[in-house]
């Protein structure tokens, strides 16, 4: 654990901040060799407290830990405005609605003992793209270019998330079963034998639109990630029924998403993958200078959701 991401830890943990308070310790007083004292345990001017973050595994720990790959990935290679601050949630692997995926996704869909024998819990995130790479997208019949390497680049990036989680997790003495960010497809089907959407829905990050792409308080452009460890939370957040933000399915009174579609793959209210994913590789191969970006993105484009949760 690096200095940065201990004080983050530390100055994001609800005990902390309080015991910091009664103490009147500010966090300017928290220098380099203070966190490192206390990361050892052998910070006696610290508050007894803070000795617990050295080891923490908790939900901080590894929201800072994902905040900290985007930041750390940005910066070397130096990347601007692509992204926004993602979206993250834990879920149960007892989670009753992981058993439905079988039904609603694929009966190929893995479960998560799949992936790793003794998981618990599952992180799912959503890291949305910043609105210069959006509106980028939105003219023309080919993707954008910068839509292309924000594709590219989440993909990569998301590798890194991994294995930044894995890094803590097995420094706490735990374990981690790692997802693709794509391409973990059936290429007859086109259906993914592990959806990060579909988790993502089942985390309450978000709603499903008439255009299958998940619609959270950020919008729906962006990727989502997942990765399943063996370490179980004290509490989950409780999801119950959410409430559809599709505008469409709520009043009926949209529908622009069907309309972008440059291929008519909604004919008819009926998506058709192939006519879909045809038209992703027709991109992967316009902007192959760029690396590979099987991908479109033009029915999430220019859509009252797109870069958040549309107003009903």
């Given at each position: ?10 100055l ?12 009147e ?14 990361i ?7 508050p ?15 929201r800072s830990s994902?905040?900290?790959?985007i930041?750390e ?21 007892k ?7 079988k ?10 003992n ?7 819990s ?11 790479v959006?509106?980028s ?12 390497a924000?594709y590219?680049k ?36 086109l ?17 499903f ?12 452009c ?12 004290d509490n989950?957040q409780?999801?119950?029924?959410i ?25 008819n ?27 479109c993105?033009?029915?999430l484009?220019?859509?009252?959701c797109s ?6």
């Amino acid at each position: 654990m690096n200095w940065s991401e201990a004080k983050s830890i530390i100055l994001n943990n609800e005990e902390v901040k309080n015991e910091l308070k009664m103490n009147e310790v500010t966090s300017d007083c928290l220098s380099q060799d203070e966190i490192n004292k206390t990361i050892k345990g052998s910070n006696p001017s610290v508050p007894h407290s803070l000795s617990h973050v050295r080891a923490s595994t908790d939900a901080a720990s590894l929201r800072s830990s994902i905040n900290s790959a985007i930041s750390e990935y940005g910066e070397i290679n130096k990347i601007h405005e692509m992204w926004r601050k993602p979206i993250i949630e834990f879920i149960s692997t007892k989670n009753e609605k992981i058993k439905d995926l079988k039904r609603t996704v694929s009966a190929e869909h893995l479960m998560p003992n799949d992936i790793l024998p003794d998981a618990k819990s599952i992180v799912s995130f959503f890291i949305p793209f910043h609105e210069n790479v959006v509106n980028s997208n939105i003219n023309g019949t080919m993707a954008s270019k910068k839509w292309a390497a924000a594709y590219i680049k989440t993909n990569d990036l998301i590798k890194i998330i991994n294995d930044k989680v894995e890094e803590l997790m097995q420094r706490n003495g735990y374990k981690t079963g790692k997802i693709p960010a794509t391409h973990n497809f059936n290429e007859k089907t086109l259906i993914s034998n592990w959806s990060h959407r579909h988790i993502a829905y089942i985390a309450g990050i978000g709603t499903f639109g008439i255009n299958n792409m998940l619609i959270t308080k950020k919008g729906c452009c962006g990727r989502f990630g997942s990765i399943i460890i063996n370490y179980e939370f004290d509490n989950y957040q409780q999801v119950g029924k959410i409430k559809d933000k599709c505008l469409n399915k709520l009043s009926g009174n949209c529908g622009i998403c069907h309309k972008k579609c440059v291929v008519n793959a909604y004919d008819n209210n009926n998506f058709n993958r192939n006519t879909c994913y045809k038209q992703c590789l027709e991109n992967a191969n316009y902007h192959k200078e760029i690396g590979y970006a099987d991908v479109c993105g033009k029915c999430l484009v220019g859509l009252p959701c797109s870069l958040k949760e549309p107003n009903r």
